[in-house]
């Protein structure tokens, strides 16, 4: 079984290194995470409660964007490997084997790939943490410590939510007949479930709660207004399949269908890339929603404030800023590349369909580049509206105005990292499909 | 009438294998035909003889090696990326065995796709027409995935009827569907070659589908082993007897 792991494992690394990169980003988060635990054990007083409190935001803010990333990449890896785990029952292998082979697979990267980005913590935390954490001035007296000793359990957590993300995939992979499989090489369509309607009717349900409970009094309103926009956010994700291609066919419906034949292509192809997964555009929408929503709220509550009269109200900085939304930046944006990667197979053979079609490599490339826009304006939309979701919620609870209190501006920034990364996760596969013959692409299809 | 393709000598390598193990393959050992406007040439061949190959170079989706390839006169050996799309987008068409309609677009748009990108869009009524043409009449916006076999591989021919390339390149048009759909579909493609000045180059292991075409090319080991005017299904299998 474990030559069986390992064989596969090196084989289809191109497939592997998806899930790779977002358990890397999951550890060096987690690296962060402990280091400021550990660096608060060696501090006193408000430095220790500071430190600590940072270390809980890091954790607690990242902690949405880390299950929805690391659910996406391992399900996104298992649907890819299907062709291989249908080869494996044709060869007598026992479909609990393949379940437990694509399990153990999951872990092995999982840890893999945390210890990958423990190191990479240990190695960056004590010369970042100046150059980040330095603006207050209470932490220039902390010592940053990087506790190797105590990476493990990030190894751990990350093995563990791996492990809930693939759970169904690798269920699936060994109740798949092989037959199945190999005719239907394309895993079903996207849609609604029951347990996403489940998990959506919960969240709704905590969201309204948490709405009705910040109008209690201001002082409820301070304390748990940081909460909303995380319980805004959540309460979309499920209904993703539904939000996201109704959004992406309304934004782009308005653009003209002239605009040549790149913007004709990028249209069609986010969309049937929605149709099947909306991996790429859940994680910028979450990024964005949190980032923008715990701005605006912050902003409601400094509006309440000044309104109140109080003097002197101190506003996050950037070593807040970097606490609180640093990590949810970096594994959505890593999330949505890495689901873009993920599928590059499809790509070199639409590609070369393309190509056969008539295609120019100019206009292939461009129709890259339109589609990288497509997805990160679909999923910027849908992130503006929980945004402005839970800013109402706020403002509501604090009675100041809406409009005024939106910070979209810093959202625009996780937009733009994600759209960076995904521009490139489409530009580069293309650019190698284009290098390809597509004679070979697509006889070897057949 | 002019000849659409004049191809002689070709000659085409592939590699295989790796470092010490890597050894050349001469699929293509110097091909020459000659294909008129108008007439339909059936290539046929044992598996490996380079078929698939030669129509990859006929139809500048593959470079040769050598020789010389002229489609519509313009040259493909020696030509440039850039101009081999522009050659391809505006004279030809391709079925594949394995259909190839693009996942991400509906029906109708798969059929207008050749025409878009040679900036010559088609009406709605042109798409529709096409489809009709196939016997799909008011499926443009099915997907490619819900369709039958037969029914996707109907789609790449109105693809191509739509398009109204100079030439049609078929790859095992037939080879992938049942004894009703193959018959319908290589009705299609030798109405294609009956039709205005079109010409229609196909590989096929069916001799059935071959018998249809007006000249019937044996290959053999990278080379034509025999040419063969109109002839029955059992001429070319015994001409593939002889020619083995």
């Known amino acids: 079984m474990m030559r069986l792991v390992f064989s596969d494992l090196r084989d289809h690394a191109a497939t592997w290194i998806g899930a790779l990169a977002v358990a890397v980003a999951c550890g060096y988060i987690g690296g962060w995470v402990v280091s400021l635990q550990a660096t608060a054990g060696f501090s006193t007083g408000a430095l220790q409660k500071f430190l600590q409190n940072a270390a809980s935001s890091v954790l607690l803010f990242s902690l949405i964007a880390a299950v929805a990333v690391l659910v996406s990449a391992a399900n996104l890896t298992v649907s890819a490997q299907r062709r291989s785990y249908a080869l494996w029952q044709l060869a007598n292998v026992r479909p609990a084997l393949v379940s437990a082979v694509v399990l153990v697979q999951l872990e092995v990267v999982a840890v893999l790939g945390a210890a990958c980005g423990t190191l990479l913590a240990v190695a960056t935390f004590e010369p970042l943490f100046p150059l980040v954490l330095g603006s207050r001035e209470a932490l220039a007296q902390a010592v940053p410590v990087a506790d190797m000793a105590r990476m493990p359990a990030v190894w751990i957590v990350t093995a563990a939510v791996f492990l809930c993300g693939g759970l169904k995939g690798a269920r699936s992979a060994g109740r798949t007949p092989p037959l199945t499989a190999l005719r239907e090489p394309e895993p079903k369509r996207a849609r609604v479930t029951w347990m996403r309607t489940l998990l959506f009717a919960g969240m709704l349900a905590c969201t309204c709660w948490a709405s009705l409970a910040l109008t209690e009094s201001p002082d409820v309103a301070m304390s748990w207004s940081v909460f909303v926009p995380i319980l805004m956010v959540a309460t979309l994700v499920p209904l993703a399949p539904l939000v996201f291609p109704a959004l992406l066919g309304a934004w782009t419906s308005m653009v003209s269908q002239g605009r040549g034949s790149a913007w004709y292509l990028a249209r069609r192809i986010a969309r049937n890339a929605l149709s099947s997964s909306t991996s790429i555009e859940t994680p910028l929408m979450v990024g964005f929603g949190l980032v923008a929503g715990l701005f605006s709220a912050m902003a409601c509550s400094v509006d309440y404030l000044e309104r109140q009269g109080v003097a002197d109200i101190s506003t996050i900085g950037w070593a807040e800023s970097f606490i609180m939304l640093g990590g949810p930046v970096l594994l959505c944006a890593v999330g949505a590349a890495v689901s873009v990667v993920m599928s590059s197979r499809s790509r070199t053979r639409d590609v070369a369909l393309l190509v056969a079609a008539g295609a120019r490599p100019a206009t292939l490339m461009a129709a890259a580049g339109c589609e990288a826009l497509v997805h990160a304006v679909t999923a910027t939309l849908a992130g503006m509206a929980c945004a402005v979701a839970s800013t109402a919620v706020v403002a509501n609870a604090f009675g100041v105005p809406l409009l005024g209190n939106l910070a979209f501006g810093e959202g625009l920034v996780v937009s733009l990292a994600g759209f960076v990364l995904v521009l490139a996760a489409t530009l580069v596969p293309t650019w190698a499909a284009l290098n390809r013959e597509a004679a070979v692409v697509l006889s070897a299809g057949e | ?244």
Not at chain 2, 75 to 87: C, D, E, M, P, W
Not at chain 2, 111 to 129: D, F, I, N, S
Not at chain 2, 130 to 145: D, I, T
Not at chain 2, 211 to 238: F, M, P, Y
């Open chain 2, 1 to 244: 009438m002019g000849s659409t393709i004049v191809a002689c000598e070709v000659r085409k390598s592939f590699g295989t294998g790796r470092g010490s193990k890597r050894r050349t393959v001469d699929v293509l050992r110097g091909v020459s035909l000659a294909v008129e406007a108008g007439e339909m040439v059936g290539i046929v061949g044992p598996s490996g003889s380079g078929k698939s190959t030669l129509l990859h170079c006929l139809s500048g989706l593959e470079k040769a090696d050598s020789g010389s390839i002229q489609l519509m006169g313009r040259q493909l050996v020696r030509a440039r990326r850039s101009s081999l799309f522009k050659t391809r987008r505006e004279h030809v068409g391709f079925i594949f065995q394995a259909y190839n309609l693009i996942p991400s677009l509906s029906t109708g748009e798969n059929v207008a796709l050749p025409a878009r990108l040679a900036g010559r869009p088609l009406t709605k009524a042109q798409v529709g027409e096409a489809l009709e043409s196939v016997g799909l009449g008011g499926r443009e916006k099915s997907r490619p995935g819900d369709m039958s076999g037969g029914e996707q591989q109907r789609v790449a021919v109105a693809r191509v009827l739509a398009s109204r390339p100079d030439i049609v390149f078929a790859d095992e048009p037939t080879g992938a569907l049942d004894s009703k759909n193959g018959r319908e579909v290589l009705g299609m493609l030798r109405g294609i070659a009956d039709g205005p000045r079109r010409s229609v180059v196909m590989v096929t292991h069916d001799l059935e589908a071959a018998s249809l075409a007006d000249r019937v090319l044996v290959l053999r080991d990278g080379l034509i082993a025999r040419e063969l005017g109109r002839s029955t299904a059992a001429q070319i299998l015994e001409a593939l007897g002889e020619a083995a």
